[in-house]
């Protein structure tokens, strides 16, 4: 009787053991992908509920060092609930009882992904972000990874032997500083702005400025 008492403690807690790992955080790939060293296995994470800047993107590089400083080398907790079709472990990392993902969203590091998370306090944490403008949120047009992923697969390939319609003309989003040519669905849209040089402001994550 005991030990079938034991096996069945062992199946409950099983589960619940199986969903949690531990360990130091050795490597960044960008703001909403990591590894963690679980014991002697390197486990990829990709933080659930949120999305990032891609690296190529506006704001890549600063929500990548943002989320490094918070937690590069340091032993996190992971919950993982999943995985994803590339085989990434999908889950929140906790440190010393902070939510990770919810703190790259409060600090204007990383959006709400709708399309797979419903959180109401994930929705709260953005909205509080955008309206301070913390992080990505200075920018008046923010491009949504999920949008940037697509505009890059829509690019049309570059044919070398086709020459431009036209002269390649600037725009410079005063707000933001980034500067988009003639080719861009930002060029003259943006809130505020001029015309620019090729050599003004910081090139555009999507048009290459």
Not at 44 to 60: C, F, T, V
Request: charged content about 20%; some cysteine; hydrophobic content about 35%.
């Amino acid at each position: 009787m005991r030990i079938f008492i034991l096996l069945m403690v062992i199946m409950l807690v099983q589960p619940a053991l199986a969903n949690s790992l531990y360990g130091p955080v050795v490597r960044i790939a960008d703001a909403d992908t990591v590894t963690v060293l679980n014991g002697s296995t390197q486990v990829k994470i990709r933080l659930a509920g949120i999305d990032a800047p891609e690296s190529n993107q506006a704001y890549g590089n600063k929500a990548k060092q943002a989320l490094a400083g918070r937690i590069a080398g340091k032993t996190v907790q992971v919950n993982v609930t999943s995985k994803d079709r590339y085989g990434r472990s999908i889950g929140t990392i906790m440190l010393d009882g902070e939510n990770i993902n919810h703190w790259l969203v409060a600090n204007g590091w990383a959006w709400h992904y709708l399309q797979y998370d419903k959180s109401p306090e994930i929705a709260r944490l953005e909205k509080s972000a955008r309206a301070n403008k913390l992080g990505l949120w200075a920018d008046d047009n923010p491009i949504a990874p999920w949008e940037f992923r697509q505009l890059k697969k829509k690019k049309p390939a570059a044919n070398k032997t086709t020459q431009p319609a036209g002269p390649t003309t600037y725009w410079l989003n005063t707000s933001s500083g980034s500067r988009h040519n003639s080719s861009c669905k930002w060029y003259k849209k943006t809130k505020r702005g001029r015309a620019c040089t090729a050599s003004e402001g910081k090139a555009c994550g999507i048009c290459g400025g």
